[in-house]
């Protein structure tokens, strides 16, 4: 079934995570976030007050960026961090695992890491997401991640920050949604920029998309409606 324009916009977290933005910057996001109806804005920690009381009665959610973008604070700063975003007004939690973990083999540590980070979420009844940052894994370690969010059941697996040295790929949310199953949704972010970037991640089993070019997306996905319309009238 078709997505309608309102379907897509819900899927999108309208990303704004330069660390030179300013207020009216902001302001202005959650303005664009709250009229073209995006799920959320994902933003660092410090401005998620101002956005929370922007957002206020839109529907629109702060998704925060938690030891972004290197996932390298030590596991009591993450649950800190966490807890202190959500306190402030964070309705989602984007956190990034700590790849140095990942590299050396300390399944053990990933998996408290992720335990813990996606206990708190849960507690407040915020949705949990988990950065993979692909980019820097092999095929194996991406599986090994994935297997160690089927037992801890966090709500979304991610696949990057957008701060790497790759963005998402069709291959690795295919992988991903393949490893996970039906029961943990995956988040492609990074380098989405057009509708067509858009609909291919979603037909390759991604249900939220990151991408500081959501505007540009509806719109090019809203043209897209009008001219098939026009072709069958």
């Known amino acids: 079934m078709k997505l ?33 109806g995006f799920k959320t804005v994902a933003i660092n920690n410090a401005p998620i007050p101002f956005c929370h009381d922007l957002l206020q009665g839109t529907g ?4 925060a960026a938690i030891s972004f973008p290197l996932g390298q604070c030590t596991l009591e700063t993450k649950v800190f961090e966490t807890e202190d975003a959500i306190r402030k007004g ?27 980070l996606v206990a708190v979420c849960r507690a407040h009844g915020v949705t949990s997401k988990v950065i993979f940052e692909t980019c820097y894994l092999t ?19 991610k696949t990057s920050t957008g701060f790497g040295t790759g963005g998402a790929t ?35 089993g991604a249900d939220r998309l990151g991408t500081s070019a959501g505007v ?8 897209l409606l009008a001219r098939e319309n026009e072709e069958q009238a």
Not at 60 to 63: A, K, Q, S
């Open 4 to 36: 309608t324009v309102e379907q897509l916009a819900a899927k999108i977290d309208q990303t704004l995570l330069k660390p030179y933005v300013t207020y009216e910057d902001l302001r202005r996001h959650c303005e664009k976030a709250a009229a073209y």
């Open 60 to 63: 629109v959610l702060c998704d």
């Open 90 to 116: 964070a309705g989602e939690v984007d956190y990034v695992v700590n790849l140095t973990e990942v590299k050396s083999g300390n399944w053990a540590y990933v998996e408290e890491e992720m335990r813990r």
């Open 139 to 157: 095929q194996e370690e991406k599986e090994k991640l994935c297997a160690v969010a089927r037992r801890v059941r966090p709500d979304f697996v």
């Open 170 to 204: 069709l291959d690795d949310v295919r992988l991903m949604k393949h490893c996970v199953g039906d029961g943990i949704r995956v988040k492609a972010a990074g380098g989405i920029r057009t509708v067509d970037d858009a609909l291919a991640f979603l037909k390759a």
């Open 216 to 223: 540009e997306i509806v719109e090019g996905y809203r043209a």
